[in-house]
């Protein structure tokens, strides 16, 4: 399926920037009105899409949809976000953060082959203004497993309480994770002709990247349909897809790590040699739409290749991996989330006897051959 889109051309130096912006909101993400949540006001979306009044108001008379008063329109921040990005102005906070975040895409991929280690540092706190009423409550976040590409954990504490299974979790005072995690990737290429003609479903010609409610994107045929492939929708699509044509295949959850603490999911798949390949259309269309200067080869590296930019977790594509309860109500904690990488180049401790051949034997729900 094509949408026959075609990226916006930046505009030229000093040029119709206007025009960019009404294309970008042509083709801009319809979120149903169920999942909307129109809070943002005038003055923080100008700060946001830094395009002026002149340019806010001609996007409003041409149908950005908008809650509140004339001159006091309140906005929904995914519709801002995404505008932003395919307006090719250059210039707004969205634009701008995303090149920002991107960055490592331009290395060589072979960076992103090696172990990696990172301080992880994550905070979750209530959502509810005034914090958690009194009375039980208890929080949730899935537990980092780098294990599942061969990396391993130099060092995890978890306060108050630490649970066992694929979540941490802890009751009473706010969960609080640290630690050193190493990450790892490693080359692979998918064999089997079926499973490449099935991932390449979504090219980036044809698909663009955009933030949305979880809840939408765990709809993927509504998201698809309108020309976006966003990581959690796209990755159930071809997850299904491939076990349709035979393929084991599950999806996987996990964060990017070092970049502005984003969730993120990709595809797992057992090709026809027996590896699991991991496949991220997702990354290739953020390579190729939002990253200034992507290597030439990191799309391929998507397309089969474990990254050491992704922490594992045990979850599926369309399980939270966060979570909070208080006053007999579940919610959404808030979180402070600090991963950054350490210089050194970590060698895997003598006691670790994990190989990269676990990686199709994993115990925590992998797929297995
Ligand atoms: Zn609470």
Known sequence: MSTGYLPA????????TLTGWLRSLDVLLRIPAELRNEQVG???ALEMLRCGEPILDELIASGLLHGGERGAELFDRFDLVNLSLYSGSGTSVPEETMKFALRWMHE?????FRPRAWDYHVELSCDRPGGCPTGERDWLIARPQPEVYAGWTESLTVEPVCGDGIDLRSDGDPLLAKGVLVTNGEHREIRSAR????????PSADYRWARMPEQLQWQPEAVLSQGYAPCIAVTLDLAAKCRAAGF???????WIMGMLDLAHSWLEVVDEDGIVKAVDPAFAILADHHSERPHPEFTAACYGS?????????????????GHTCGGAASTPKHRTMITSQDRQPTRPASDTSTRSDLSTHDDGGVTP
Do not use: F, K, Q, W
């Open 248 to 254: 084991p295949a599950r999806t996987r959850r996990g």
């Open 306 to 322: 474990p990254l050491n930019r992704l922490m594992p977790t045990g979850h599926e594509a369309n399980n939270p991996i966060m």
């Open 42 to 44: 005038r003055a923080v």
């Open 9 to 16: 051309a930046p505009p030229a130096p000093g040029g119709d």
């Open 195 to 202: 499973i490449r003609e099935i991932v390449s479903e979504y």
């Open 108 to 112: 060589h991929p072979s960076s992103l």
